[in-house]
């Protein structure tokens, strides 16, 4: 995915694209009797040659919802992230039906890679960078019940990620100001640049509250609209972490890697609308941290929670 540096509208319809994988051949070496289609698709360049992994379970939403019977969306998923995804080598995503039942229907997926190259010049086996697996249902009646948004103040009045960085002049910032398909506007103070100021104060908060949706409105089907909201619930679960310990994104020796991440759909959504994205950290520990979303729509109702573990370190440079 690439588009004109300040062109929300061409950003927006890359994130489309991206999320969108192509059919393929099954390949035998990966095939098991329960594999039912398999798929690829390229990545968007990031800073520092990784791939977000918020982009391969996007892609991974995306593979599934096209194999389950119609009617039936996602409404729960949990990934392992196995492995550094390489920027210059497409996914592939082969895709097992685990059950059909008469209004469940359960999937597996796993996202390969080619392996890494040898000193040799020759290259590795395939690796598995990520695995998932997904439930759907169709849309049922049942019990009702729900938390609601807590009060916050309104997207319009706070500022863009690229007011918030503007006049910074690193790779990194231009990036999230500028090539983000996702607008993200902090209700607690964001940390791009510098701690929480009051991580340290009696008065902190240990809720970190942001609001997100499209950079730009696009036209897409329901099934893209849930991977799109997968997509969005990997930019900030790390920030609760950081901002309880009185870091930030540039605290020097920071070191992070996503371990797994779950979702939950309670209600599906149309991501050109604002939610509000609800996050803590109820745990670090290890080398490890936990933090826990919710997500609201712009009427204050729970539409997802989100969970994920990290790997987060700070290298002691001295």
């Given at each position: 995915m690439s588009a004109p540096l300040h062109d929300p509208a061409a950003v927006a319809a890359g994130l489309i694209e991206l999320l969108d994988p192509r059919a393929i051949e099954i390949a035998p070496d990966f095939a098991t009797p329960a594999t039912v289609a398999a798929f690829q698709a390229d990545s968007s360049p990031q800073p520092g040659g990784h791939v977000f992994?918020?982009?391969?379970?996007?892609?991974?939403?995306?593979?599934?919802?096209?194999?389950?019977?119609?009617?039936?969306?996602?409404?729960?998923?949990?990934?392992?992230?196995?492995?550094?995804?390489?920027?210059?080598?497409?996914?592939?995503f082969q895709v097992d039906a685990l059950r059909d039942g008469n209004s469940f229907s359960v999937r597996r997926v796993l996202a390969t890679q080619p392996g890494r190259t040898r000193a040799d010049g020759t290259t590795e086996g395939e690796r598995t960078i990520l695995a998932m697996t997904a439930s759907f249902q169709?849309?049922?009646?049942?019990?009702?019940?729900?938390?609601?948004?807590?009060?916050?103040p309104d997207p319009e009045g706070l500022p863009t990620t690229a007011q918030v960085l503007e006049g910074i002049d690193h790779p990194v910032a231009r990036y999230w100001a500028t090539q983000?398909?996702?607008?993200?506007?902090?209700?607690?103070?964001?940390?791009?640049?510098?701690?929480?100021?009051?991580?340290?104060?009696?008065?902190?908060?240990?809720?970190?509250?942001?609001?997100?949706?499209?950079?730009?409105?696009?036209?897409?089907?329901?099934?893209?609209?849930?991977?799109?909201?997968?997509?969005?619930?990997?930019?900030?679960?790390?920030?609760?972490?950081l901002r309880r310990q009185g870091l930030s994104w540039m605290t020097p020796g920071l070191r992070m890697a996503t371990i797994d991440h779950a979702i939950w759909w309670h209600r599906h959504v149309d991501t050109n609308e604002w939610?509000?994205?609800?996050?803590?950290?109820?745990?670090?520990?290890?080398?490890?941290?936990?933090?826990?979303?919710?997500?609201?729509?712009?009427?204050?109702?729970?539409?997802?929670?989100?969970?994920?573990?990290?790997?987060?370190?700070?290298?002691?440079?001295?």
């Open positions: 992994g918020g982009q391969v379970m996007g892609q991974a939403v995306t593979a599934v919802g096209r194999t389950v019977p119609e009617g039936r969306r996602i409404h729960s998923m949990y990934s392992y992230f196995l492995a550094p995804g390489d920027p210059a080598h497409p996914i592939r169709e849309q049922q009646e049942g019990l009702e019940h729900q938390e609601r948004a807590p009060e916050a983000r398909p996702i607008d993200i506007r902090h209700v607690t103070d964001p940390i791009y640049l510098r701690p929480d100021p009051t991580s340290e104060s009696p008065d902190a908060t240990e809720t970190q509250m942001v609001w997100m949706r499209m950079i730009a409105p696009v036209q897409a089907e329901p099934l893209l609209h849930d991977a799109i909201l997968a997509f969005a619930s990997d930019y900030t679960p790390f920030e609760p972490i939610l509000l994205y609800v996050q803590r950290s109820p745990s670090a520990s290890g080398g490890r941290g936990l933090t826990h979303g919710q997500l609201f729509d712009r009427a204050g109702d729970l539409v997802a929670t989100v969970t994920q573990e990290g790997m987060i370190r700070v290298k002691d440079g001295s």
